[in-house]
Every structure is written in structure tokens, then in C-alpha cells.
């Protein structure tokens, strides 16, 4: 495949994962085998999607700061949480066999989407957290699984932030991103330290992916819950459709 034709794949792919990400979740099911038909092996597909997944929650915290409606200290102590959990995940993602990641990835794809179709309680309209004990170890856990994967892991915050702490989705969204963007940081730093990483296609993912997130977080501080309820109903039945193969 031509070189330019490979990197407008990965910007256009890269724009729609941005969206998914940020209003729900799942853009990775997108931008993971794309890099993967593009030439990477699945442990540099994994590292090399990070820099967009961290270009991605940069633009999306930003667009969201703007808009004044980040509360960045509260989303700073619940990603301090997943940071442990996302560097051991992270270590043990670059010591696994290729063709075992892959399984392991198809495995969790389908417990990510079964976890969705769960029915949802209402949320509170309140953008202030009711803390419950659990919140700091399942937030380590989720971090291990970031670390290890990522994918899916839009859901899982949204999951923790709307059901765990009965967030409301757009206050959901906004401490997703800027924790997301927290443990992506370390996460990066060994997937390159340890030649994990293509640069060119990650900065090419990047521009998609912040692309991407800068158009969601403006449709989601304007449009609110509505929106992002119905984004997320797109992602979940997209990584579904993958799953069984009719994608």
C-alpha cells in the first residue's frame, strides 16, 4: 500500500476512534487493526496506539478546561490510582507473545461488549462524586487493564464514574479523558522505552485521533447526555459487529 494512502487510513481512523473515545469508548476496536493491517505486529500496534491515545485526552481536556468544565484536582486523585496498575500492565503487554495477545484480545473484546449490554440505572444530574470505598481499587485494576490493552477502556471508566460514583455522563466524560490522559503518559514511556512504538504512525494516529476528540467534546458540552447515550449505543454495537465478524 502506498505510503500516503497508508497515513490518510490512519488520520480518517484515527478521527473516528477520536469520537468514540471521548463521547464512549471502544475506537480502538478501529485503530488497532488498522495499524495491524498496515504492517505492525500486535505488540507495536498496542505501544504505537498510545501516542494517538495520548494526543487524543490532550485535546479533549483542553477543549473541556476551555469550556470550564473540568474538575482537574478530582480527576488527578483518580488517575494517581490507576497509574500503579497501568505500568504493570503495560510491562506484562510487552512480554507476551504475539499470537497469545491476540487471543487474550479477542477475549476481552467480547467481555467488554457483554459488560455494556448490562442495564443502566439513571444517573444524577450532579458533577459531584458520591465516593464509595471501591472506587480506589477498581480504578487500580482498570488501570492494569489500560496498561495492558486498552481497548475498551472508555467503558470501563464510564461504567465506574456514572454507576460507582453516580457522575452524570458529561461529568463521566470529562474525568475520563484527563484520567485516561494521566496513566497514558507512563504507559507510553515503556512501550518506547522497550521498541514498542512507530513513531510515524503514531503521530499520523495522533492527528486523527485529537481531531477526533476536539469534535466530540464540543458536541458533548453542547449537546450533553442525549448525545453521548447515543454514541455509546454506536460503539458497543460496532465492537459487537466485530466480534462476530460482520465488520
Do not use: C
Amino acid at each position: 500500500m502506498p505510503e500516503l494512502q497508508a497515513l490518510l487510513i490512519l488520520f480518517f481512523a484515527g478521527v473516528a476512534a477520536g469520537i468514540m473515545n471521548v463521547m464512549a469508548g471502544g475506537g480502538s476496536t478501529i485503530t488497532l487493526p488498522v495499524l495491524v493491517l498496515l504492517g505492525l505486529d500486535a505488540g507495536v500496534a498496542n505501544g504505537t496506539n498510545r501516542v494517538a491515545i495520548l494526543v487524543q485526552n490532550i485535546s479533549a481536556t483542553l477543549t473541556f478546561s476551555s469550556e470550564k468544565k473540568t474538575r482537574i484536582r478530582k480527576s488527578i486523585s483518580y488517575g494517581l490510582w490507576t497509574i500503579p496498575g497501568a505500568i504493570s500492565g503495560a510491562f506484562m503487554a510487552t512480554r507476551i507473545e504475539d499470537a497469545l495477545f491476540e487471543k487474550i484480545l479477542a477475549g476481552l473484546l467480547i467481555v467488554v461488549v457483554l459488560t455494556m449490554l448490562l442495564p443502566r440505572g439513571s444517573g444524577t444530574s450532579n458533577r459531584i462524586a458520591r465516593e464509595s470505598v471501591w472506587t480506589g481499587p477498581v480504578l487500580l485494576l482498570i488501570g492494569f487493564y489500560g496498561g495492558f490493552i486498552q481497548l475498551g477502556i472508555g467503558f470501563l471508566f464510564m461504567a465506574v464514574f456514572f454507576h460507582l460514583l453516580h457522575l452524570d455522563l458529561l461529568a463521566t466524560t470529562v474525568h475520563k479523558v484527563t484520567v485516561v490522559l494521566l496513566y497514558t503518559i507512563p504507559t507510553l514511556i515503556v512501550f518506547a522505552a522497550l521498541g514498542k512504538v512507530d513513531w510515524g504512525f503514531g503521530l499520523t494516529l495522533a492527528a486523527g485521533n485529537a481531531t477526533g476528540a476536539f469534535i466530540a467534546a464540543k458536541v458533548a458540552i453542547r449537546r450533553g447526555e442525549k448525545v453521548i447515550r447515543g454514541v455509546m449505543v454506536i460503539a458497543v454495537l460496532i465492537m459487537a459487529l466485530r466480534i462476530l465478524g460482520l465488520v
